[in-house]
C-alpha cells in the first residue's frame, strides 16, 4: 500500500487507485488530470461515472484545453452512466459475477488487445456503498482486481465521498477498501481512521495534517492576493487624483476637508496642510453659503450633482469661476459619510463668453443707429419715387426696404438676447385682444412672403395680458420660420383657442420638421439644426431662445410638436388676461 500524491498523471499507469474526496472539486481535479494524461498517451479511457459527474469532468477537461467530443469520436473517451450500468450488475441486490464479466470484462478486455493501454474511472462501488450494500462494493472492488490481476494492462481509479464514511463511521470496512488497491489519492481522508491498522492510521492523521496546512497556506495567498489588487488600486487611484488638473476634495457631512489634491493647492492657493481639516467655507464666499447647505442636503440624499457652475474665492480673496461635480462617498455599508469633489477652473470660458456678449450686445448696438437712420431715408425715398411714378425704382427700393427691415430684426434679435441676459429687458404690460395681435402680425409677414399663404383656420376673441410688442416678435419669429423651413409648400396655419383658462396660439408648417433628438436643443441659443445635405438655412439660431424666454417671463409655454419630414407645429400658450391678473395682486415685475 503506497501513498500516491501526483503519479495519477504518469502515462501507461498500471494500478488500483483509490481516493476518498471531501467534495466534487477535489474529485475532479484527481479525475481530470487522471483521464488527461490517459489522453494524452492515447490510452483508452472509461469513465464509468454518474451523468452529473461525467458532464462536469467534461467541463473541466475541455477548460485544460482538450477536444473531449474528438476524444470520443476516436473512440478514446468512452462514457457508461455508472447508475444504468449497476442496475444491470446486480440481480436481485446481488452482484452477479458472470454479468460483471460480460457487461464490463468483456468490454475492457477487447479494449486492451493488441497492448493497448487502458484507463478506468469507476465509481459504481461508490455508489453501493452509498446504497449501503457494502458487501456488493467489496465484491465489485474484487471482480475489479480479478479482472486487472488477468488483463494487467490497465489502471483503475475508484472513488469515495468521504460522507458515505461520516455516515456509517465503519472503520473496518474502509480499511477493507484501502487493502483491495495498490494506491490511495491523499485528499483529506481526516479522522476517519481509528481502528487497529496504525500505519494507515498515522497516514491519515498526518496527510489531515497537510491538508490543513495546504488549505490555509492557499487561502492566505489568497489574502495577499487580494490585498496586493487593492495596493495597487489604491495607489493608481492616488496617482491619478495627484496628477489630475481638475482639483478634487474630499469633505465630511459636516464640511469637513479631508483630502486637497495638488490642483486643488494650485487653483485655491491653500496648501493640504493648511486646508485638510478646515471648514469647506475656507473657499465659499459668504453670500454663496446657502448654496452650500443645498448641496449637503442633496448628497445626504444620495444625489450626485454635475457640472454646477458657481464662484470660489482664493486664499489671496480673488474669486475664481468652477464648475463642480459632486458625489456621495460611502462607507462599505453604503452609508453617505462625505462627498467627493471635482472642481475645474472654467474661469476662462466664463470670462470668453463675457467677452463674446459684451462685443454682441456693443456691435448690434452700433449697428442699429445706421440701420434706423437707412430705414428713415428709405421711407422718405419711397414717398418722393411715388411722387415722381418712378415704378421700377420703386420696386428696387421695396426691396431694400425689405432687407433693411430684416437686418432690423436681426439686430433687435441681438439686442434683445444680451439685454435678456442681464435682466434688462423691458416689458411694457397691458392688457391687449390676442386675436387682433395674430390677425396684424399675419397680415405684416404675408407682405414680405409670395410662395405662401399664411391662413388663420381658427380664432377667438381672448384677451391677455402682457407686452405686446415682445409677443408679436414672438409671432413674427414663428411665422418667419415656418415659411423659411418649408420651401416647396404653400401654405403655414395658425390657430387661436381657448383651453383650461388659457389661450393657446399655433403655427403649423408642412416643411422639413424637426428630429426628436432636436427638438429641445432649437430652444437653446445659437443653436442651429444641420442638415444632413449641408443645406443651410440663414440665421442666427436665437429667434426660438428669445421667444421661449419671451413667453415665460408671460407665465406662459412655449413648445413643439414635429417630426422630420412632416412639417411642425410651435404652440405658444399664455393665461387669458382675467387669470393673468387674477394670479397676482399686482402686476408682474417683469
Ligand atoms: P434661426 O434664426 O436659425 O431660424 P431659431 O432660434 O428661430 O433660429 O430656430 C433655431 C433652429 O430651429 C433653426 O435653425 C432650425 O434648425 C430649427 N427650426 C426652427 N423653426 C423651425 C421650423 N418651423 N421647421 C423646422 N425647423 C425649425
Known amino acids: 500500500m503506497a501513498i500516491l500524491p501526483d503519479h495519477i498523471s504518469t502515462p501507461a499507469l498500471k494500478e488500483h487507485l483509490v481516493q476518498f474526496y471531501a ?57 457508461l452512466d455508472a447508475t444504468e450500468i449497476l442496475s444491470r450488475l446486480l440481480l436481485d441486490g446481488m452482484l452477479e459475477p458472470e454479468r460483471f464479466a460480460r457487461i464490463v470484462g468483456d468490454v475492457i478486455e477487447q479494449a486492451t488487445r ?30 475489479w482486481n480479478d479482472l486487472y490481476h488477468r488483463l494487467h494492462s490497465f489502471s483503475l481509479f475508484c472513488a469515495y465521498p468521504m ?11 474502509f480499511v477493507k477498501i484501502i487493502q483491495q488497491h495498490s494506491h490511495f489519492i491523499p ?23 497537510t491538508d490543513e496546512l495546504e488549505a490555509e497556506i492557499e487561502q492566505r495567498a489568497e489574502v495577499e492576493r487580494r490585498l496586493r489588487v487593492s495596493e495597487e488600486a489604491l495607489f493608481r487611484l492616488a496617482a491619478i487624483v495627484a496628477s489630475s488638473d481638475d482639483a478634487i476634495v474630499s469633505k465630511t457631512l459636516d464640511g469637513i476637508i479631508t483630502s486637497w489634491n495638488v490642483a486643488a493647492e494650485r487653483l485655491f492657493g491653500y496648501s493640504a496642510e493648511e486646508a485638510v481639516g478646515k471648514h469647506i467655507t475656507l473657499i465659499i464666499p459668504p453670500e454663496l453659503y446657502p448654496e452650500e447647505e443645498e448641496i449637503i442636503a442633496n448628497l445626504r440624499q444620495g444625489k450626485r450633482i454635475e457640472h454646477f457652475e458657481t464662484v470660489r474665492v482664493r486664499k489671496d480673496g480673488t474669486f475664481v ?10 462607507d462599505r455599508s453604503g452609508k453617505i459619510i462625505g462627498a467627493a469633489k471635482i472642481a475645474r477652473d472654467v474661469s476662462e470660458r466664463k470670462d470668453l463668453e463675457r467677452r463674446k456678449d459684451e462685443f454682441i450686445g456693443m456691435a448690434s448696438h452700433e449697428l442699429k443707429t445706421p440701420i434706423t437712420s437707412l430705414k428713415g431715408f428709405t421711407h422718405l425715398l419711397k414717398r ?19 432687407q433693411i427691415g430684416r437686418l432690423t430684426n436681426l439686430v433687435s434679435d441681438l439686442l434683445s438676447i444680451t439685454k435678456m441676459q442681464k435682466g434688462q429687458l423691458e416689458y411694457r404690460m397691458e392688457v391687449f385682444d390676442l386675436a387682433d395681435l395674430v390677425q396684424e402680425t399675419i397680415e405684416n409677414v404675408q407682405g414680405t412672403t409670395q410662395t405662401h399663404d399664411l391662413l388663420l383656420q381658427e380664432t377667438v376673441a381672448a384677451s391677455v395680458y402682457g407686452d405686446r410688442d415682445r409677443i408679436g416678435q414672438v409671432l413674427i419669429n414663428l411665422l418667419t420660420n415656418a415659411i423659411k423651413y418649408s420651401e416647396g409648400t404653400d401654405r403655414v396655419i395658425v390657430r387661436i383657442a381657448v383651453h383650461e383658462g388659457n389661450i393657446v396660439v399655433s403655427v403649423q408648417d408642412f416643411g422639413i420638421g424637426i428630429a426628436q433628438e432636436n427638438q429641445q436643443k432649437i430652444f437653446e441659443q445659437f443653436y442651429q439644426v444641420s442638415e444632413p445635405d449641408g443645406a443651410t438655412y440663414p440665421g442666427l439660431g436665437i429667434g426660438l431662445y428669445i421667444s421661449r424666454n419671451i413667453i415665460e417671463r408671460h407665465q406662459g409655454y412655449l413648445h413643439v410638436q414635429s417630426r422630420k419630414g412632416e412639417g411642425s407645429t410651435f404652440s405658444f400658450q399664455l393665461p387669458l388676461a382675467e387669470n393673468a391678473r387674477g394670479k397676482e395682486e399686482e402686476p408682474p415685475a417683469l
Open 23 to 79: 467534495s466534487d472539486v477535489s474529485l475532479l481535479n484527481v479525475m481530470s488530470t487522471f483521464i488527461n494524461a490517459g489522453l494524452n498517451a492515447n490510452e483508452t479511457c472509461f469513465i464509468f461515472a454518474t451523468q452529473a459527474h461525467h458532464e462536469s469532468l467534461q467541463e473541466q477537461l475541455t477548460e485544460n484545453g482538450v477536444d473531449v467530443l474528438a476524444a470520443q469520436t476516436r473512440g478514446k473517451y468512452i462514457w
Open 114 to 143: 493488441g497492448q493497448q493501454q487502458v484507463r478506468i474511472f469507476g465509481e459504481m462501488v461508490a455508489l453501493l456503498w452509498q446504497q449501503r450494500k457494502f458487501d456488493a462494493a467489496m465484491r465489485l472492488e474484487e471482480l
Open 163 to 173: 460522507h458515505s464514511f461520516d455516515e456509517q463511521a465503519n472503520n473496518t470496512e
Open 187 to 209: 485528499t483529506g481522508i481526516s479522522s476517519l481512521l481509528t481502528g487497529p491498522n496504525k500505519q494507515l492510521h498515522a497516514i491519515a492523521r498526518l496527510q489531515n495534517k
Open 321 to 330: 469661476d468652477v464648475s463642480l461635480s459632486i458625489s456621495p462617498v460611502r
Open 384 to 402: 418722393r419715387l411715388q411722387k415722381h411714378g418712378d415704378e421700377e425704382s420703386l420696386r428696387f427700393l421695396t426691396r431694400m426696404d425689405a
